[in-house]
């Protein structure tokens, strides 16, 4: 890995505006809304300033900023926003239009729980509400996964193979408020890296004219969700791939997962977002007392990377799935549904816990996580989900 | 402005073979829209509803420029989005024409769920022609009503019963919604008047910024007419002042078609079967008030026409 340069005091939301920036697309159309707020102010000040090409499009609600970066995508450009919870929500309608289309738009989310009660910190129930989208959606640890992964999709989106919209998300507060030390890579490079859009049709191509958004009944329809669905399940060889030259080239590389310490663990959570730091520590702390535990942090949760998770937990006994977001007495939370299903191929199972925890952006702590740990270990699990840190 | 003769000589942009009702009006405005814009590379965007629907049934499209459809309540948005893609990719390099760009939307995909993209975009001053096609009311999901339906219009979800008479609010007026949104330039229209409609077409489009015409279209579904009385029901609107032809330009009101003597509404009224229960006797006080605004809204008119045109003002 070459030597550390260009290192920068940033929060989560000045590294995804500065990523917007290096990336410089043609549109942004955006809204604000906290804790992503930040991120468009940053922006459109490098558009007064002249720092980028980007025609900056001050709408008047999110369903008209996705809507925008739609037209603009549709035009020809490569186009961004940046939104939270109420404002994703407001998208909603808009981002299976956006997957449907085959549009590659890049949103800069910073997960902030739902109304109502109304709450401006963070937890993921507003991107799990938008997980079957059509979107691909990236988690991110910290800033520099945050930085990293904006870069990324910009290609994963572009790729002939996939042509589908992303979320790249941060916790609300947690990363996008938190200053940390990242390192920025040159803005010539990361142009390199990302190119340039060329869609094979685009309308402002006026010379090849073409309809875009028919109505299309039940004799094409189902073809064309065919063709989405598969342009998602394609999605997660290019996402290794593109995580795996961004490592090449720039010394930190990515994939669907990442595994800590799980080779011999008998006890494993699985988790998304800046959780997966916090377990780090626990684990680290634990392992000194001999405890052979592990985690598994999902990157990307949409395409969800079932061949990889069972690969990384067939030999674990038990394993705690943490979901920041509850399915409404669905059987189990949506993280927790995806990982037990795709884990339900193995011969040799392991036992499965839920634990739903952080909503509204209640602190999830060290002490917390190794109380779960514990009671993994203790083999007294049973399938009813626990509520971590709250008052019952 | 070209006229006739030149209009009839541009590429036909939206072809026949869709599948809009028989004597659609809004076949007839967009047609003729993009004959008047056909001098100049265009894209359009559609909000859904009959137009949408009916020209373009994947595989096919009667479409012959660029046109683009995502939803119902954000054509203003989309187009925003286009033409500021425009701006950047032509700033950039990537496009090198002077392309026009033109939104469609119902009166429900206008008035009501697509105000607010529509108010953002002209607020925004994006260069686009926004034309809302007004059957004043929902046609394609079965005729409900909008806030553009008349007082005492049937629609299905303003019924006649036997309580209640039909729609039982006065419509908005978004023409003069827009004019407050001191854009350059605002016309009303209506189908019948192809000249005035293509001359207010090639002046919105060679204005650098955002504009709106809204033209009233007879639906014979919805309104329930002979389907060859299109025409003859927009010119009634007219004649009767139900439907002024008018211009804002920067400010100043013209109004470009002043009939010798202003028919009254019944002659409008009685050749539609929306408004076919106003004819009873016991609902006369329904037409009396139809016809108490209309003229209060002439009047109003013709005294905008005189004050904004003086010197000064
Ligand atoms: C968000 C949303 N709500 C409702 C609809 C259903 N819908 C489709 S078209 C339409 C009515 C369109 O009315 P208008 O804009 O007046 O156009 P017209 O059909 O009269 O041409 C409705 C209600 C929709 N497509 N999207
Ligand atoms: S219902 Fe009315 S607006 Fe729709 S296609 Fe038929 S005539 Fe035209
Ligand atoms: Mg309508």
Redesign the interface.
């Known amino acids: 890995m070459p030597e550390k340069k260009n290192l920068k005091a940033k929060t989560g939301n000045e590294a995804m505006a500065e990523a917007m920036r290096q990336i410089n697309p ?2 942004v ?1 955006a809204y604000p809304i906290t804790p992503a707020t930040e991120i468009v102010q940053i922006f459109s000040q490098f558009v007064a300033d002249g720092l980028v ?3 900056f ?5 999110e ?2 900023a996705l ?11 490569r ?1 961004m926003t940046g939104t939270s919870s109420q404002g994703l929500a407001l998208m909603y ?2 981002m299976y ?1 956006a997957a449907g ?1 085959r549009l590659p738009i890049v949103i800069a989310e910073v997960n902030r729980a739902l109304s109502a009660p109304i709450n401006i910190h963070g937890d993921q129930s507003d991107t799990m509400g938008a997980r079957d989208s059509g979107f691909l959606q990236i988690y991110c640890e910290n800033s520099q996964e945050a930085y990293d992964s904006m870069i990324q999709a910009v290609r994963i989106c572009e790729h002939p193979d996939v042509l589908l919209p992303a979320t790249v998300s941060t916790d609300g507060f947690i990363i996008s408020h938190c200053m940390e030390a990242i390192e920025m890579l040159p803005d010539e490079q990361v142009k390199e890296f990302v190119g340039s859009y060329k869609p094979k049709n685009w ?4 010379d090849h ?9 039940q004799d ?1 329809y189902f073809e064309h969700k065919r063709q989405e669905i598969e342009a998602m399940r394609k999605a997660t060889k290019v996402i290794k791939e593109i995580g795996k030259e961004f490592g090449q080239k720039f010394g930190r590389s990515y994939d669907m997962i990442e595994t800590y310490k799980l080779e011999d663990a008998e006890a494993a959570i699985v988790v998304l977002g800046s959780t997966a730091g916090t377990a780090k520590v626990v684990i680290d702390e634990m392992r000194k007392q001999g405890k052979k535990i592990g985690m598994l942090k999902i990157r990307v949760f949409r395409p969800f990377p079932f061949d990889d998770i069972r690969e990384a937990l067939k030999n674990v006994k038990v394993v705690g799935v943490m979901d920041r977001h509850d399915g409404y007495n669905g059987y189990v939370p949506p993280v927790c549904s995806e990982v037990r299903s795709c884990l339900y191929e193995l011969d040799k199972k392991p036992k499965i816990a839920s634990y739903v925890y952080g909503l509204g952006g209640r602190d999830i702590t060290v002490e917390m996580i190794t109380d779960i740990y514990q009671e993994l270990l203790s083999g007294k699990t049973d399938t009813n989900t626990k509520y971590i840190g709250v008052r019952e | 402005m070209a006229n006739l003769k030149e209009l009839s000589k541009r590429p036909e942009l939206l072809s026949g073979g869709h599948r809009l009702c028989a004597g659609c009006g809004a076949g007839i405005i967009a047609r003729q829209v993009m004959m008047a814009a056909a001098d100049k ?1 265009v ?1 359009v ?2 909000a859904t509803g009959c137009l ?2 009916s020209t ?6 009667a ?9 119902f ?2 054509a203003a ?6 033409e ?6 032509k ?2 390099g ?2 090198d ?1 002077d ?1 026009r760009f033109i939104t469609f939307g119902g009166d429900g995909g206008t008035y009501d769920i697509g105000f ?2 529509l ?2 975009a002209m ?2 001053r994006h260069r686009m022609l926004y034309v809302c096609y007004n059957n004043e009311a929902y046609m394609n999901t079965g005729i409900q009503r909008s806030s553009a339906t008349p007082l005492g219009a049937y629609a299905s979800t303003s019924p006649v019963g036997k309580v209640k008479k039909g729609k039982e609010q006065i419509k908005k007026d978004l023409t003069k919604v827009m004019v407050a949104h001191n854009i350059p330039y605002v016309g009303q229209t209506a189908v019948g008047y192809w000249n005035d409609l293509t001359t207010k077409v090639q002046k919105a489009l060679e204005t650098d910024g955002p504009t709106f015409i809204n033209v009233l279209q007879p639906c014979r579904l919805g309104w329930g007419y002979n389907p060859a009385d299109t025409a003859v029901l927009g010119r009634l609107a007219v004649e009767t002042c139900f439907w002024p032809i008018y211009e804002v330009v920067d400010g100043k009101y013209k109004i470009n078609v002043k009939p010798k003597e202003k028919k009254p509404i019944t002659e409008y009224l009685k050749l539609q079967t929306r408004f076919k229960h106003l004819l009873r006797p016991e609902n006369a006080g329904i037409v009396a008030e139809i016809q108490k605004n209309i003229d209060e809204n002439w009047a109003w008119l013709q005294m905008m026409e005189e004050c904004s045109n003086k010197a000064g003002v």
Not at chain 1, 57 to 61: P, Q, R
């Open positions: 043609d549109v159309a090409n980007t025609e499009v001050a709408v008047e609600s369903h008209s809507s925008a970066c739609i037209g603009a995508s549709a035009a020809g450009a186009a309608e808009m239009i289309l309308l402002l191509d006026v004219p073409f309809t875009l958004g028919a109505i299309d009944l094409y | 590379p894209v965007a559609n949408e629907v373009t049934i994947y595989p096919f499209s479409w012959k420029t660029s046109w683009f459809h995502s939803a309540e954000n948005a989309s187009c925003s989005g286009m500021a893609a425009y701006k950047a990719l700033r950039t990537k496009v024409k392309i607010q993209s108010s953002g607020e925004r």
